[in-house]
């Protein structure tokens, strides 16, 4: 089955740096690569997603590439904000598999 | 867009008992939904798979016999923890996959277990 690693586990910023997570995955078969910010005690909210035949996307501060070959793909926020402070997850799937998430990163956002 | 709901939010209950948390979707047909489990700083772990119609799968280490999961309709699925423990506490969260399925999970609001 599908294996999600992220790092790092905890990141912390200043207001207006970026911020930057990384997530590997191990079937290769896997084509739909979402990110998650949870909030304390809240269901995970999907911030962006990229499928496998994209290499990159961005949607404002937010941006996600992809490498297939390597199997790896990576989060990235820039201008960071304290509300940016959250739990994020990233997962990978099959659009008929199980979704499994990596372990979570702690994103601080200092002001 | 797509909606899920889940219900209690929240629920304490003495130890032995049976808790039932449902998860509904609420504007799409949900041909298989999914439980997490969520200890405190730690990531969603699957519980179990369950498709409309037909028993669910349980990933390794989950007790089948203990996390009972039926999902009698395309819009609900309900997991009831049978003799529930302390050591059950924990965030649970369902999450519902549409049909045709775009790889997307859609997320209820979750329902924290405190057993006593």
């Known amino acids: 089955g599908e294996n999600v690693e992220q790092h790092p586990s905890t990141l912390s910023v200043q207001e207006g740096d970026s911020a930057v997570i990384k997530c590997t995955y191990s079937?290769?078969?896997?084509?739909?690569f979402p990110w998650y910010k949870q909030e304390l005690g809240k269901r995970p909210q999907l911030i962006i997603d990229?499928?496998?035949?994209?290499g990159e996307k961005k949607d404002q501060r937010i941006a996600v590439t992809l490498n297939k070959t390597a199997k790896h793909f990576s989060l990235h926020i820039t201008e960071t904000q304290p509300e940016d402070s959250a739990v994020y997850f990233c997962?990978?799937?099959?659009?008929?598999?199980?979704?499994?998430f990596g372990a979570g990163t702690r994103l601080t956002v200092k002001p | 867009g797509a909606v899920v709901s889940q219900h209690p939010s929240w629920v304490i209950c003495k130890s032995g008992t049976s808790v039932k948390i449902e998860c509904r979707s609420l504007?799409?047909?949900?041909?298989?939904m999914f439980w997490y489990r969520q200890f405190p700083k730690q990531s969603l772990m699957l519980m179990a798979t369950?498709?409309?119609?037909?028993?669910?799968?349980?990933e390794q280490g989950v007790e089948k016999d203990k996390f009972l999961i039926n999902h009698a309709s395309l819009t609900l699925s309900t997991l009831t923890v049978t003799s529930a423990h302390p050591e059950d506490s924990s965030f649970y969260i369902c999450?519902?996959?549409?049909?045709?399925?775009?790889?997307?999970?859609?997320f209820g609001e979750g329902s924290r277990l405190t057993v006593l």
């Open positions: 369950s498709n409309e119609g037909s028993k669910a799968t349980y």
């Open positions: 990229i499928r496998s035949n994209v």
């Open positions: 997962a990978a799937t099959r659009p008929d598999n199980d979704m499994r």
């Open positions: 079937d290769s078969a896997s084509n739909y």
């Open positions: 999450s519902a996959r549409a049909r045709p399925s775009t790889g997307e999970l859609f």
């Open positions: 504007d799409f047909q949900a041909t298989t």
